[in-house]
């Protein structure tokens, strides 16, 4: 039971726990920041997003305005995109650098970015192991069932797989973001740097997110493999 209360191996997620803290606290300061410094363009995300939209000749992604902040993202079985008000009706640097972002996303589908296929194949995978895993291994703990345990685990890998893979696909968008950004005029050189801060700090929270899961599976390996011995 060492796997749902204490045991030394926990030792092994503090630094991935403080990490993630740091990330979430970044991506907040970052975006307040940067949400109160508007564009000399004066363009909003959702003008933004559109000009980048039409400079690629995507003319099949529609945008939309939702509740929540930071809620922005690219649906690519609807092809629509996402935007919170805050970054679709904004005309503020982090709504640029966020919009951008998310039509990077776009883009990637468009051209048939190879990671992004890989990770849309993987979600179905990833929720399934999302749901299934830890009931499986709190039962093979409560039951002293070794195989439950085993198959939770391998759930669980799933979902690890899916947040790694998920990286490069936020990595390449915040890339092709800031490109597009430059090559539209969206924003003047000297602001581009904010917008980038923004989705630095993005990109951290999913560093973050991949590493708690690659060390959380690692504790499970290290118990599993301790009930052997």
């Given at each position: ?38 564009s000399r363009s004066g363009l ?64 990637q589908h468009n051209v048939g ?112 493999q301790a009930m052997d011995e």
């Amino acid at each position: 039971m060492g796997f749902f209360f204490w045991d030394p191996t926990m030792v092994l997620l503090i630094p991935a726990i403080l990490f993630s803290i740091y990330a979430s606290t970044k991506i907040k300061s970052t975006y307040k920041k940067y949400l109160k410094v508007p564009s000399r363009s004066g363009l909003t995300g959702k003008e933004v997003a559109e000009r980048i939209l039409r400079n690629n000749q995507i003319t099949d992604v529609s945008i939309e305005a939702v509740e929540g902040g930071l809620t922005d993202h690219y649906d690519p079985r609807g092809k629509v995109l996402r935007l919170s008000k805050d970054n679709y009706y904004g005309k503020s640097l982090a709504a640029v650098g966020v919009s951008a972002h998310e039509v990077g996303h776009a883009i990637q589908h468009n051209v048939g970015y190879g990671p992004l296929k890989m990770r849309s194949a993987a979600v179905p995978v990833s929720q399934f192991g999302s749901y299934l895993s830890f009931p499986l291994i709190f039962a093979g703990f409560i039951f002293n069932n070794p195989s439950f345990i085993d198959i939770g685990i391998l759930a669980y890998t799933a979902v690890v797989a899916f947040t790694v893979i998920t990286l490069p696909v936020e990595f390449n968008a915040s890339t092709r973001a800031i490109s597009e950004i430059q090559n539209s005029g969206a924003l003047d050189p000297q602001e581009v740097g904010g917008a980038k801060k923004v989705l630095n700090a993005a990109a951290l929270t999913y560093v973050a997110a991949a590493s708690v899961a690659v060390i959380q599976l690692i504790r499970l390996l290290l118990i599993r493999q301790a009930m052997d011995e």
